[in-house]
């Protein structure tokens, strides 16, 4: 008897989060009503996204329109942010909660930063160290993923998204946080938006990515920033020179399941199909391993753990692929200063394409290769 | 009286070159077939592209799809390659036809490189500087735009094709050829694309980027890069983490037009659209302005001149646009080292977009305000 394997690695939504046939619907709409416009070229010259979607996102975080730049894909908007950031540094750092999210640290690398990690707690990033690195050197920017983050579940709390604003505006740097996960909340209550509060705060600087892939579609390819006045016209000049636009078909797409609540059904729709999948979760590993974990996530995709093995990494991993389990190696979320706490791997357990009982299974056979190599 | 501005300013394709209506059926077609596919994040590892789209465009260029890479439009190709092949180069030089594409030129220096113009001629770049230039440095890469160069209208002849193919292997260096407007020709016979004559060449290294704006609609972003075995595969590391992929639907609908024949029929249609305006446009710039065109295109949306005037680029330009007149600056299609000769402007004439009739008016105007000007 073959065992089918659990796989705890990539964060892709499962099919039934995408309402496919309703934007299918939408496109067709769009199509009827303007072909001419959405297959040609989008206009050039400072263009910074379809003037509907920009104002339909500016009315979803309550924000001026010409606030809003548009770009292919969330991950897009940090290749700009990273090359209009740190294009006249010189030797710039870059800090990122360790662990983060593995491609963004790839980009600054590649725009040139030195990045560093500072050690992320249940409630976001450890601020005595980061107040430490603050009085040595002052980063280019510091990147963020506040709500339900990527990949340890964490969700940074209230008093330490005002304490990072303020030292943004005390050390003047920029906080990039980004934002994917942020409407998939389960329970409890939702901490403000850092550039909501760096809005009331005299010299702090956030700029803020979003993405429609976790409450529409990953295939339409739509992020955008959020930034202050001015942004948007710097980005849309780099982006003109790198890839000109987004396409405008996919915009108008995108624009129309904001403006007619498509998105806020299939936010509430993924709510309800994950928060089961999330208790589970919480609850097969609280059970299984004990507590190992960062923390309880209350939304998004994942938990995490740090699990007490003997072996190395490499081993821990091969033997459980053995056992049936596909994992991602957790070091690779961690900036090259910084690891897991000796002793441990670091394991991100996406839960939202599993259900209880497979979650469950894939715990129970995490726990058994730890207890193996332990 | 108002006189309507005539536009020599802008390169997209008039609307009716674009078949947005079958398009749009094509888009529909697929969303009924396969929706759940076109709104989920393409595959990870190493992906070069819609496996269909990469077969269709194989067969297009007689190469194996293994050697296609599909990228969001080929300004994206363009960036990528940047990155790829100027990575680990030590004051890396690249070497553009003068004048060249003017994003093209933005893109290799914010990459780091110098980069450096040898004299286009109707035919092609001046052998005997680049030669002269090749036994000074060796470049990253050579950039060339062959066949009815944006923005001259220049085509490479098939000598000079094969001797920079040659130089390529003698000096190991890379060309990079970029072919939005090949399928555009409009009379006489196609020179054989570099990177073909590279296959029987041993040790050239030609990259070719292809588009589909030009041939279908430039809405759907659809560029791709050919190139030797592993060299879509690298691109594909760097693209993953730098937009993760272009859109599916749009590559689906991209290979459906090209499986059916749209494609082809689409470039008869354009080729018979711009034809005669090609016609119209090359007489009206012979009995007007006389002998001052860098050649006769045969294809393509250009034709260009060095127009003789005294004063500076800029009054000119001021004065024509007072005259009804839109011209784009056309220095900026040079390089910093590089100038139109001494005593004259570069002028880029779109003809495209404009009936035989406007666009002599549009000359009719350039000749006044050069008299003006002389």
């Known amino acids: 008897m073959t065992v089918q394997t659990v796989h705890f690695s990539r964060g892709i939504p499962p099919l039934e989060a995408i309402p496919s046939t309703a934007i299918a ?30 104002e339909q996102l500016g009315k979803f975080h309550s924000v001026d329109p010409d606030r809003v730049f548009v770009t292919n894909g969330s991950l897009q908007a940090l290749d700009l ?57 002052v980063p280019a920017f510091v990147y963020v993923i506040p709500d339900f983050q990527n990949p340890s579940g964490v969700t940074t709390s209230e008093d330490k998204r ?23 909340r389960f ?3 939702a901490p403000t938006r850092l550039g909501e509060l760096a809005e009331s705060t005299d010299g702090a600087h ?38 000109l636009s987004p396409a405008p078909l996919l915009q108008v797409v995108a624009a129309r399941a904001l403006a007619n609540g498509l998105i806020r059904e299939n936010t509430e729709h993924v709510r ?9 979760a919480v609850e097969a590993v609280r059970q299984t391993l004990g507590d190992v974990h960062l923390c309880v996530p209350e939304g998004g995709y994942y938990i995490s753990v740090h699990l007490p ?58 726990a058994a290769a730890a207890e193996r190599a332990a």
Chains 1, 2 share one sequence.
């Open 272 to 280: 309800r199909l994950l928060r089961p999948r999330h208790d589970a």
């Open 25 to 54: 619907e939408h496109t067709s709409a769009v199509l009827a009503a303007e072909p001419d416009r959405v297959f040609q070229y989008a206009p050039i010259g400072r263009h910074t996204g379809d003037q509907e979607l920009r």
């Open 162 to 184: 005002r304490e990072l604003v303020r030292l943004s505006a005390e050390y003047g740097f920029t906080i990039l946080e980004d934002i994917p996960y942020r409407e998939l």
């Open 309 to 366: 093995i003997r072996t190395d990494e490499e081993s821990f991993l091969a033997a459980a692929r053995k056992d049936g389990l596909a994992l991602t190696r957790g070091s690779a979320f961690y900036p090259a200063d910084s690891a897991p706490p000796s002793g441990t791997v670091f394991l991100r357990l996406p839960f939202q394409a599993l259900d209880g009982e497979e979650f469950a299974e894939g715990v129970r056979r995490l």
């Open 81 to 137: 942010l990273a090359a209009h950031l740190l294009r006249d540094a010189v030797e710039p750092q870059v800090l990122v909660e360790a662990p983060t999210y593995d491609r963004a640290v790839q980009i600054f690398e590649r725009h040139g930063a030195q990045v560093s990690g500072v050690p992320l707690r249940h409630d976001g990033v450890d601020l005595n160290v980061l107040r430490e690195r603050l009085r040595t050197k």
């Open 206 to 243: 956030v700029l803020t990515i979003g993405s429609l892939s976790k409450v529409l579609s990953p295939g339409l390819r739509v992020g955008y920033v959020i930034g202050p006045p001015g942004t948007p016209h710097a980005l849309a000049a780099l982006a003109e020179s790198t890839y």
């Open 187 to 189: 329970s409890g209550t």
